[in-house]
């Protein structure tokens, strides 16, 4: 018998998987995955974004949730394709029901791509910011809230799927070992809170942003490697970037949203791909580093020229800002 296509393995894989999920049947449903395997939610399940890793984590997700999201219709997202590599079987997408149904076609691709193994330490001594840098591997320590510090590995998928997805603690330690001795040893003995979290990488892309009727905001229009730490930022950005336009209400304002957002991130999104492919020396890294700098105080500058926001109550109508969208779209178009 011939063997099937990787797109007619996943459909059948996510039709079994639809059918035991609808009975509730939460021990065949994990029964599915294999024994090393990892689940990233998307706020769909936990109404969080968190990854599962092994089939106890899975077992103890579906026990907590599946009752209440009761999920139907599994299926590879439109416009999306199964592929084969390294012998995994991948149905990528970060899967939006408003992309979906509204046909939002992708309009770039990445080349590259990062798997990242992350956690959260207490009573780290260090003070502000860490980037560390070697052969298909990055490592940052960032300052966040409650005096923790977010360590966090970022490999080439190649390397992480090679030499870490068997064992991603064991791999993580020793690369921050490669990477930075002095903090490798500050970190033995010592814990996450909460564990480590592994992220096994996905290419980047950026899909048309609106069109009649609908708009996206976030992963769902625009995933970028997070090597570069900046995604957040830019849905915090396009987030108030469609309010504007929707508050405003026409649909020149929407399409100018569009226009806005592709020139403030098509940028970022080319120079992260070039990071990510870590196909660089360290003076080529600096000059990346560099450019994007420049992209991100250029969106800085941006929305710190919009108009202050105001009632839209009781038919108080917003300043024009849409005009400043336009004189920053056609200049930023130019260069992209």
Known sequence: MPELAPKARVQGMLARFDAVLAAGDIATAVGLFADECYWRDLVAFTWNIRTMEGRDQVRDMLAATLATTRPRGWQIAAGEDATESGGVTEADGIGSAVARLASAPVLRHAEHSTAAIYGYWPGFSEQGYQWRYGIAAGLAVIPTNGRLHCICLSVSTARFRHAMRR????????????????????????????????????????????????ALVGDPGYFKDPVTAHGITDTLRDAELLAIAAARGSDADIEDYGAVRDALSVPLFELTDAVASFAWDLPTLRTHHEALNRAMKHGTEHLAALPPPVPVFNGTRLPAPAAAMRDAAPARRSTA
């Open 167 to 214: 064992n991603p603690a064991a791999g993580f330690h020793a690369t921050v070992a490669e990477l930075a001795p002095e903090l490798a040893t500050e970190l033995a003995g010592s814990a996450p809170v909460g564990g480590l979290t592994v992220f096994p990488g996905r290419r980047g892309f950026m899909r048309q942003p609106c069109g009649q009727g609908w």
